[in-house]
């Protein structure tokens, strides 16, 4: 909730204007590692390797492989019941998937992206990421 007392932080952005905010995370080690509150949301680019939709209400649990190689657990609550048909194909195609402000929770158990109430996703997007990840795999 946003009040009187609020702060908002600078995120730093490596990017022209006219480009996303939070940064896209090229690799997800690079991110997991980075334990400033400079990232607190970023973007992230993958194919999805595994899928499962868990108990709460329009969720899902997603692997994510980046043009690296590298694998991440992304959770993503609270779907629009008009996506939740876009995610289970992308899912069962294993498709590329664009995401959009999700925050970094660093764990023992390992770094994984949660979503926020400002995430929204893009299947099989046209973006430069997207076309590496699909040169590669």
């Known amino acids: 909730?946003?009040?009187?007392?609020?702060?908002?932080?600078?995120?730093?952005?490596?990017?022209?204007?006219?480009?996303?905010?939070?940064?896209?995370?090229?690799?997800?080690?690079?991110?997991?590692?980075?334990?400033?509150?400079k990232?607190?949301?970023?973007?992230?680019?993958?194919?999805?390797?595994?899928?499962?939709?868990?108990r709460q209400l329009r969720s899902f649990e997603?692997?994510?492989?980046?043009?690296?190689?590298?694998?991440?657990?992304l959770l993503l609550y609270n779907v629009p019941a008009n996506l939740m048909i876009k995610v289970i194909v992308a899912t069962y195609n294993k498709s590329i998937l664009y995401v959009s402000c999700m925050k970094l929770v660093h764990n023992n158990l390992g770094?994984?992206?949660?979503?926020?109430?400002?995430?929204?996703?893009d299947v099989e997007p046209q973006m430069y990421e997207a076309?590496?990840?699909r040169a590669r795999y």
Do not use: C
């Not at 990017?15 to 509150?37: C, E, K, R």
């Not at 990232?39 to 868990?54: E, T």
């Open 39 to 54: 990232r607190r949301l970023v973007d992230v680019v993958g194919r999805i390797v595994w899928g499962n939709r868990i």
């Open 1 to 37: 909730m946003i009040n009187h007392a609020t702060t908002f932080t600078r995120l730093a952005s490596d990017f022209a204007s006219g480009y996303p905010l939070y940064p896209i995370v090229s690799t997800v080690t690079t991110v997991a590692q980075d334990h400033t509150n």
């Open 62 to 73: 997603l692997i994510l492989q980046d043009e690296t190689g590298n694998v991440t657990k």
């Open 111 to 121: 770094n994984l992206l949660v979503s926020t109430v400002l995430t929204d996703f």
């Open 131 to 133: 076309d590496r990840i």
